[in-house]
């Protein structure tokens, strides 16, 4: 059933995606649905908690944060960036809901998917944090910088999303796509770490 309401909420929204549809699609009957999901919101939300919880656990599966894993800190974010455009682009319905549909139709959806977002920033700001810490970075780049940077990454990570997928002619793979944001993001992350900092002219 959920298989069912992810593709239909993806193709159709959440406003237009019929209960009737989607019990035909799954093979059961609607009284089914119903008994299992009584409405139509929280048919939507079980699709939202269950595509937050399969790509959150990709990600921290992959890079090895909860193993207790020890790996270099631009290997970790590779991992979890090819972990990220591997699942988005394998479940591109179950991204479409959670990038598209959840985060525009309000409250409560619109606070799952904030907890997505949190989740992946924490994991962010654990490599980050952790890679500042290897460098002996001072403390004040941690406080400071590492949130910001995590968010920023995060929020560049599901624009890609949305790219990659959309392109649907002429796709980059999980790993192009990944190697395109660490080319972007690596570089100034390691001058940053090494007390490379930019600083404008004027």
């Not at 093979?27 to 699709?47: I, M």
């Not at 909860?66 to 590779?78: H, I």
Request: charged residues 20%.
């Amino acid at each position: 059933m959920l298989d069912a309401a992810v593709e239909s909420f993806a193709r159709h929204g959440y406003r237009a995606a019929s209960m009737d549809d989607i019990a035909e699609a799954a093979g059961v009957s609607k009284p089914l649905v119903y008994q299992y999901l009584h409405s139509k919101e929280e048919l939507f939300t079980a699709c939202v908690r269950r595509e937050s919880a399969t790509l959150i656990s990709a990600i921290r599966e992959a890079t090895g944060l909860e193993a207790g894993q020890v790996m270099p800190a631009d290997r970790q974010l590779w991992n979890g960036l090819c972990a990220f455009f591997a699942h988005t682009a394998a479940h591109p319905h179950g991204w479409a809901v959670l990038h598209q549909q959840a985060r525009t139709q309000g409250e409560p959806f619109a606070t799952q998917v904030a907890v997505l977002r949190a989740e992946m920033v924490e994991v962010v700001t654990r490599l980050i944090g952790s890679a500042a810490q290897d460098a002996g970075c001072d403390g004040a780049l941690a406080a400071r910088e590492v949130s910001g940077l995590a968010h920023a990454l995060v929020g560049s990570a599901e624009s890609m999303a949305e790219w990659a997928n959309s392109r649907q002619s002429d796709p980059p793979s999980p790993k192009e796509t990944a190697a395109t944001l660490m080319s972007l993001c690596w570089p100034g992350l390691e001058n940053l770490l090494n007390g490379v900092r930019w600083k404008p002219t004027r």
